[in-house]
């Protein structure tokens, strides 16, 4: 369980959360570069965690929630209102936060501690505030938990100048511990963001879409697959299968393109989930697949992906497109061969 202290502000008093495993931990910060010192701060690293670990266990039931449950309430369209919907919120980002925890654990040592301190700097500030806002909206008292903790999600324009710079020369670092990871590791989101979009035109099955007059690439429809498979995928004139919900692909797209157009960023237990989710789209099948030819298959490229009446999706992407560009004959699609399409293709 969760301990709070009240302290005297002089303008009234504040209940913030006890986390003295989390500076003891950071009195270690600047220790000599010994075996010793090492293995002296990881201990007290892990005491941290196991400390965090102590209460998601206390919070958390132990069945474990679904991913197609927890995305839509970790990644809101919209300010979540309900307080319901709030405590679900905090509940699944200490339950994300528990498993980054329990994989740091597996892979801290005494040889890499060092390079863990900008990220337990930002995750300790993550847990004060999830754990804070989690116990004000439980408690029936109105008791508020104010954090004490404070840290920035969103990068400047410097912040990201800088970021690229360090990324770009990153072998003249003469240690990672000196790189300030904080700044680099939003550009994971950038990735996720091309992976979905290149993923989502690979599944449909075409290279490019074209201004039929000019020949260049129209660049408004960077997004249109997933628009389309948003869209149209529900309907029964073809199907594309997917071995995780589809919705969930849709939603973290939304929520890296925020990202993109605002600078503004989640932490790295949330994406380290996201990378998670997503990567479900790429564990190849156990065993080959029949498709349309009556052949089978087993790519090792892509996962379990599976399209039915391809000719059908194909023509109405096309109609798709048309009616975005206010009539046929406005825009060409450049179809890739039925053999790289990203899926199996079950049925023409």
Partial sequence: ?????????????????????????????NHPKTKKARESFKKKVFDFLDWFLNYANSVLPPKPYKEE???????????????TNLISHFRYKTYILREYVNHLKSVMNQSNIDRYEHELLFLGSEMDYTICSLET????AGTVFTPHIHSSYELMTRDIFSAATELLFIE????????????????VIFQIRQFIEIIGKNIIGYRDICNAN??????KFTQIAWEFIEAKNDKST??????????????????????????????NYMQAFLLKCLGKLLIPVQSPVTIFDGTNHQSLLYGDIKITKYNDLMNEFQAYIDTKMGGPGKAIIHWLPKDKVHAYIISL
């Fill in 1 to 29: 369980m969760a301990t709070f202290k009240t302290i005297n502000t002089g303008a009234g008093s504040i209940n913030i959360l006890v986390m003295d495993e989390w500076k003891k931990a950071f009195k270690y910060r």
């Fill in 69 to 83: 449950t927890m995305i839509p309430i970790l990644l809101p369209l919209k300010a979540i209102q309900s307080q």
């Fill in 238 to 267: 073809w199907k594309i299968a997917f071995p995780v919900d589809q919705n969930i692909i849709v939603r973290i797209n939304k929520w890296s393109n925020r990202f993109v157009h605002s600078g503004k960023f989640t932490p």
């Fill in 214 to 219: 000019t020949g260049e690439s129209i660049h």
């Fill in 172 to 187: 003249e670092a003469p240690d990672i511990a000196n790189i300030y990871l904080r700044d680099l590791k939003p550009n």
């Fill in 137 to 140: 909206l439980k408690n029936r």
